[in-house]
């Protein structure tokens, strides 16, 4: 089953304004991840925050972490076309990561020129 | 390109049929991962091998298996195919053995059985 549920599903807006996505998981995690995906293509790592880490950023990217409310948000800045993808992300639990990453079903967003 | 090389990158078989699908890691990495993304059930995480031996386990059916082999790369073999295997593999690779490094993906291979 999925562990982390990302939220909206879909999200249109026009180039230059933010972009804002959600994550929410069930159980205890080491860590979480957001990755992209180009239609139909491999995913990309974009950046990954540690369960005792709040904040980080990369570059036009900011992930917060609230482990209380077991959720996550990415917020791209100045969007582009070239943002146009899917975003997922992924946990590994707490005790060891036996499972592997779990994914969430991911936000398809759309850069409008 | 992330480095990680995955041959065929498409593949079209009937019900009950075999197929092995090859996934060559990223120079230096030791950890192989293996994914299925389908519509119904999203990305699914299968199974990791580091350094020859399987490391982690996911919902991966019996009728399919992997391995990883001396020179790394990694075959996942699907047996006794069904409709519902039709499916987008990932493979991924990263250089240690603990699934939260940031794994690289490859270009998949797109599996559609008839």
């Known amino acids: 089953s999925q562990q982390g549920e990302e939220d909206p599903q879909a999200l249109s807006i026009q180039e230059g304004e933010n972009a804002t996505m959600n994550c929410s998981y069930k159980t205890s995690i080491n860590n979480l991840q957001w990755y992209r995906q180009n239609s139909g293509r491999g995913l990309v790592h974009l950046i990954l925050i540690r369960s005792n880490e709040r904040e980080k950023h990369s570059g036009r990217l900011r992930v917060t972490l609230d482990t209380s409310k077991k959720s996550s948000s990415l917020l791209i800045t100045a969007s582009r076309a070239a943002d146009t993808a899917s975003y997922f992300c992924?946990?590994?639990?707490?005790?060891?990561?036996?499972?592997?990453?779990?994914f969430g079903k991911g936000t398809h967003l759309i850069i409008q020129p | 390109d992330s480095g990680v090389t995955q041959t065929p990158k498409h593949l079209i078989t009937a019900t009950g049929q075999r197929v092995t699908l090859r996934c060559s890691p990223r120079s230096g990495d030791l950890s192989v991962y293996w994914y299925q993304q389908s519509l119904d059930q999203g990305l699914q995480f299968l199974i990791q091998?580091?350094?020859?031996?399987?490391?982690a386990k996911g919902n991966i059916l019996e009728r399919f298996s992997a391995q990883q082999f001396p020179d790394l790369h990694s075959e996942l073999n699907l047996s006794s195919l069904e409709l519902g295997d039709s499916a987008l593999y990932f493979c991924?690779?990263?250089?240690?053995?603990?699934?939260?490094?940031?794994?690289?993906f490859g270009p998949g291979t797109r599996l559609t059985v008839l």
């Open positions: 091998y580091y350094n020859g031996e399987e490391r």
């Open positions: 992924a946990t590994d639990r707490a005790g060891g990561g036996a499972d592997g990453l779990t």
């Open positions: 991924a690779s990263s250089a240690r053995d603990r699934v939260y490094n940031e794994q690289f």
